[in-house]
DNA sequence: GCAAGGTC
């Protein structure tokens, strides 16, 4: 009998790697697939048996609402709350779910090694889903492996006690998915509907809401209130200076500052006329600053934007390209664990006491410090540094303190700046030194302080001599600066040189930093390390906040006007707690104290009230935009004639561009991301609106003409495709700025319709090349479905389709006037007809030219397609096979 | 066009 199958599964591909490669003991083999598997043959339960090791990447399925509630217009938001949602997956071209489902068949064994956190728990039941494994079969078992490091040692502890995925922390991350999901597209598509149908100028594509990015937003917000409610304050000090051996000392006052002036000049008075300090006391204390715990991702992102400069995507795309390079390990959700752990797993450095590893700051009991540092010892910039460490004995770390169970981030190999580029040296350059830092002495001070008297007041002056330097040699920003002061003996009398009655002013505190509000958002539970930088990004793109210089981050209008409409209305939605009270509410489910659909109902019962009470105060809120924004009626530059009033409508620039009718009090809006201008004075035969000429930005982006109405109401039955919709979107979903511009539209007379403008079949996809019809003089097709790009003959005059058809392949018949300096036509003659496919002349003057790439075939491209019988995707631009798409008609 | 969470 063949032996068992075993499939595990981790949460990434290099998880998998490194699970396999510890229990094959590197003896497996790999192949391709969605995602890698590694297969070979070892023991499991005490038999043999045959092992498929594989990964996810992440969640498999995403959630969303269905079909019906997309449309925003068509549904109330509030509807939301009670809407039924779907899982769809995450990635559906990766078809993670497919593969699973196929690398499962003829398993009896499923083993789940996704990550031991509660979304690895979730994502634990999304695998079993995909694989057809029931929790509770006999036949075809279910086992949860539980590792704290994907270390040699532990991953071979998981295996010898393996146990059953927790339904209760998978059933918590569905509760929060569903929770965060119907509260933050309800909010976000109240508001932004709100406001956006009222003001011009909120420059901000959506009005966005959620339960993490909102109080983010709230930290800058609050920070910026305390700035701008700051009252300055005076305050005196006396500073009393001696000299001694010709230098001149000054020494610092008990009382620190007064904020009463008289009564500063009073002390003042007594200090002079006493004139004589004496040293009332000495004391010398021993004091230490510790060495740096394990570097964490979020300590890295703080350090990346207070000290490097880098903000928290760009220093995670840089850690993450170090460590895929292999020059640094990653923990928390950022990359996984090195391969380095597994392969240089030292049974010698395991004799602790084994232990679990619960802190991200902490290492692993197994970790391999010499060889890290022996990867180290040969770097120009620090090799001096290792070696002393190497022969000196290095430190043992310290043990962290922040939650999670992933390794500290460590460096595995050693560069220099040529090989990395400037700014990931310079990550990797603090990689290395915190973490010479974690395995150096502590640093030591002696610290002393020389107390005196004079005039019934004390001052003192503070010593400070550094006895070991410690990790601060490596890390020298963080050195303790050497202090000297004269030798004193207690009962010693100076007379003072002079008394300075220093006058300052209280300072407001500055904007947040980045590094500051990171730490804000860790210390409240808001994100996670691998989506704060996400929700940072958000309220930048929203337009909430800007990034300053030093990374300070200071809200705009927006940002401040939506924190304070909040404060008005319910504070609890921008709070903090927000985010505590829902991990509370889940916390119950995770620990199966209360039922997954109970505490989903009555948190979103809780959030619709606030909901209706905010929708129902909003006025409130409206207040402050009104003071802070214009109307939409007052702004933008008057474009195009409304069709229905014939009265000019108003332009509206920032995003999402669109046109308002102040008569009508309609908004019609428009393809994004580009230039957009009038059309000639052309009119839309349908509705009369005057047509604007739409420019996509570069210099290949296409040009077409659209009517503002039809573009938004698209006036015939099955246009199933429309202009602007996200290719990234699975489900296809319509947007602001998706629409049917006049390259759509099958209107039979218009001059401007695809009928009339559309030449012949892409030769890439199922759509139509369209003539562009401002492309003078660089004429082109451009298909109206892909970016195809046909470039016609060049520095013509006028290029335009007719009404003909070619006889042999049913293109239109374009008519070119050719310049008279240029003509290829004989006898100076300018005015040509004819097809592009069947015409020789026409047909050896157009190229295709299709994104970047760029090919031509030798001429006769299209007919060498159509004849050979050559089935690629799609049809072929050849007259064999040149139906249109208007072949409907 | 919308949330937050994984990871690529």
Excluded at 355 to 363: G, P
Excluded at 434 to 448: A, E, M, Q
Excluded at 675 to 698: Q, R, S, V, W
Aim: glycine share 8%; hydrophobic share 35%.
């Amino acid at each position: 009998m063949a032996p068992p199958k075993v499939l595990m599964v981790a949460e990434k591909p290099s998880i998998a790697l490194s699970i396999a490669s510890t229990i094959s003991g590197g003896q497996m083999h790999s192949r391709k697939g969605s995602t890698d598997v590694h297969e070979f043959e070892g023991m499991f339960i005490g038999l043999p048996a045959y092992f498929k090791v594989t990964s996810v990447t992440g969640h498999v399925f995403s959630v969303d609402f269905p079909a019906k509630y997309q449309d925003w217009s068509a549904t109330d938001p509030i509807d939301l709350f009670q809407a039924p949602i779907q899982k769809t997956e995450a990635n559906p071209k990766a078809h993670i779910c497919r593969h699973l489902s196929q690398e499962a068949h003829g398993c009896s064994h499923l083993v789940l090694w996704l990550d031991c956190d509660r979304e690895g728990e979730n994502i634990c039941f999304e695998v079993i889903q995909c694989t057809g494994f029931q929790v509770n079969d006999a036949k075809r078992k279910v086992h949860r492996a539980r590792f704290s490091s994907v270390t040699g040692k532990d991953i071979l502890k998981a295996m010898n006690c393996l146990v059953e995925p927790n339904k209760y922390e998978a059933l918590a991350v569905d509760a929060r998915q569903e929770i965060d999901l119907k509260v933050g597209v309800a909010f976000t598509r109240f508001q932004t509907g709100y406001f956006q149908g009222k003001y011009g100028d909120l420059d901000s594509r959506v009005i966005s809401y959620g339960p993490c990015q909102t109080p983010t937003l709230g930290f800058c917000v609050q920070r910026y209130l305390q700035i701008t409610t700051f009252k300055p304050e005076k305050f005196w000090a006396l500073r009393p200076h001696i000299m001694i051996d010709g230098y001149e000392l000054q020494l610092e006052w008990e009382r620190h500052r007064l904020f009463d002036l008289d009564v500063a000049l009073m002390f003042q008075k007594l200090v002079l006329q006493d004139r004589i300090l004496e040293v009332t006391d000495m004391s010398e204390k021993q004091e230490s600053k510790g060495r740096p715990p394990g570097l964490n991702t979020v300590n890295l992102l703080k350090i990346a934007s207070s000290a490097l400069g880098f903000g928290p995507q760009v220093a995670m795309q840089l850690a993450e390209r170090l460590y895929i390079q292999g020059f640094i390990s990653l923990n928390g959700n950022l990359g996984g664990y090195g391969h380095f752990h597994v392969f240089t797993f030292e049974p010698k450095l395991t004799n602790d006491s084994p232990r679990l590893y619960c802190e991200s700051t902490a290492y692993p009991s197994s970790f391999d410090f010499k060889g890290t540092l022996g990867a180290l010892a040969n770097n120009p910039m620090w090799g001096d540094y290792v070696q002393g460490l190497l022969s000196d004995g290095y430190h043992k770390p310290q043990s962290g303190t922040d939650a999670g169970d992933h390794p500290p981030i460590t460096p595995m190999r050693s560069a220099n700046e040529d090989m990395l580029g400037r700014d990931a040296w310079r990550l990797y350059q603090y990689v290395c030194q915190h973490f010479l830092g974690t395995v150096s002495p502590d640093c030591k001070y002696i610290r002393t302080k020389v107390e005196f008297s004079i005039g019934g007041e004390f001052f003192h002056c503070i010593g400070l001599h550094v006895t070991v330097k410690g990790f601060t040699s490596i890390m020298p920003w963080l050195a303790v600066s050497e202090k000297n002061l004269p030798q004193f003996a207690k009962g010693d009398k100076i007379e003072v040189s002079k008394v300075e009655l220093f006058e300052g002013q209280t300072a407001p505190p500055d904007y947040l930093s980045e590094s500051e509000l990171i730490s804000l958002m860790e210390k409240n539970g808001i994100g996670t390390d691998a989506s704060i930088s996400a929700h940072i990004n958000n309220i930048c793109e929203r337009n909430y906040v800007q990034v300053q210089a030093g990374r300070k981050l200071v809200p705009t209008a927006l940002g401040i006007t939506l924190i304070r409409g909040y404060q008005c209305i319910d504070p609890d939605l921008c709070l903090p707690d927000i985010r505590g009270f829902i991990e509370q509410q889940i916390n119950l489910v995770a620990k199966g104290e209360a039922d997954h659909s109970c505490v989903v109902q009555h948190v979103l019962e809780q959030f619709k009230q606030k909901y209706s009470y905010f929708v129902k105060q909003i006025d409130n809120m409206d207040a402050l935009f009104e003071a802070q924004f214009s109307p939409l009626a007052d702004s933008g530059r008057a474009l195009s004639k409304c069709g229905k009033c014939l009265r000019y409508m108003k332009y509206i620039s920032s995003q999402p561009s669109r046109l308002y009718c102040g008569t009508c009090e309609e908004v019609y809006y428009l393809p994004q991301k580009g230039t957009i201008k009038l059309y000639k004075e052309l009119t839309c035969p349908l509705d009369n609106f005057e047509l604007l000429i739409f420019a996509m930005a570069g210099p290949e982006g296409k040009s077409f003409p659209l009517c503002p109405f039809c573009y938004n109401s698209p006036p015939f039955e099955g246009i199933d495709t429309l202009f602007g919709v996200s290719k990234t979107s699975s489900s296809g979903k319509l947007g602001k700025g998706t629409g049917m511009p006049c390259f759509l539209c099958p209107h039979p007379t218009c001059r401007h319709s695809l009928i009339a403008q559309g030449v012949c079949a892409c030769p890439e996809c199922n759509g139509t090349l369209v003539l562009d019809p401002i492309s003078a003089p660089k004429w082109r097709l451009y298909c109206n479905m892909c970016n195809c790009l046909v470039l016609l003959p060049q520095g013509a005059h006028r290029i335009a389709t007719t009404r003909e058809r070619c006889p042999e392949c049913d293109s239109t018949i374009i008519e070119v006037d050719f310049n008279k300096n240029t003509t290829p036509l004989e006898d100076g003659a300018t005015l040509h007809s004819g097809c592009i496919l069947c015409d020789d002349l026409l047909h050896s003057l157009v190229e295709v030219k299709h994104g970047k790439s760029f090919f031509k075939r030798a001429g006769k491209w299209a007919r060498a397609r159509g004849r050979g019988g050559h089935r690629g995707r799609g049809r072929g631009l050849g007259k064999m096979d040149p139906k249109m798409s208007f072949r409907d008609f």
